[in-house]
């Protein structure tokens, strides 16, 4: 495996997530009612399906150009890192799948500390190299929330179809994270995995 600058962050965040989905399988939700159990559910699936699909689309615009050009276009118009916080809504995604507000306010918190380093150092390095260019950017463009009235297109942009391949499968991890989360609830509630605690 190629080992980057994010190679420990993307390692910390894989094991917070099998943290969590072991959470999943050994520690039930304090019990709700059914309509919070099935908007956590569908929350959890619009939020996966978003962070996977917004993810691909990121990759269109900054695949093979991250590290010589400062990306403005697409979602890069919108908001500083994308990524970051598709990866975000995905990860609360996963949390919300085990329907513990515990367990979705302690992801939010630790992707937040993740995200929030990474964007950081990545923004110094930005500037280290980019110049006026990067502050230019940056002061015209919101780090987390998306500003929509500055969403640009270009006629055409060039696509890495390596790249966007490692992006279909990145996001296909989220998927397979979620449906594995899925298979330990169902396993658990059916009294095959057991229960060790109780989670508000």
């Given at each position: 495996m190629t080992r980057s600058a994010s190679t420990p962050r993307v390692r910390l965040t894989l094991c917070y997530f099998l943290a969590l989905l072991a959470a999943a399988a050994f520690c039930a939700p304090r019990a709700g009612s059914t309509a919070w159990l099935t908007a956590t559910q569908i929350a959890a699936l619009l939020l996966i399906a978003l962070a996977c699909l917004g993810r691909i689309w990121c990759s269109v615009f900054i695949a093979g150009r991250k590290d010589?050009?400062?990306?403005?276009?697409?979602?890069?118009?919108?908001?500083?890192?994308?990524?970051?916080?598709?990866?975000?809504l995905g990860g609360i995604g996963l949390s919300l799948a085990t329907a513990s507000?515990?367990?979705i306010a302690l992801t939010a918190a630790v992707?937040?500390?993740?995200?929030?380093?990474?964007?950081r150092r990545e923004e110094q390095w930005l500037g280290e190299h980019h110049g006026e260019a990067w502050a230019?950017?940056?002061a015209a463009t919101r780090r987390w929330w998306p500003d929509?009235?500055?969403?640009?297109?270009?006629?055409s942009t060039p696509v890495n179809p390596a790249i966007l391949w490692k992006a279909f499968v990145d996001a296909g991890a989220?998927?397979?994270?979620?449906?594995?989360?899925?298979?330990?609830?169902a396993l658990r509630e059916a009294g095959v995995l057991p229960t060790l605690a109780v989670l508000p």
């Open positions: 010589t050009a400062i990306v403005i276009d697409g979602p890069y118009a919108l908001v500083r890192h994308p990524l970051y916080v598709l990866s975000f507000a515990c367990l992707l937040a500390v993740l995200f929030g380093r990474a964007a230019r950017y940056a929509f009235s500055q969403w640009s297109l270009p006629p989220f998927f397979l994270l979620y449906a594995l989360m899925l298979a330990a609830i």
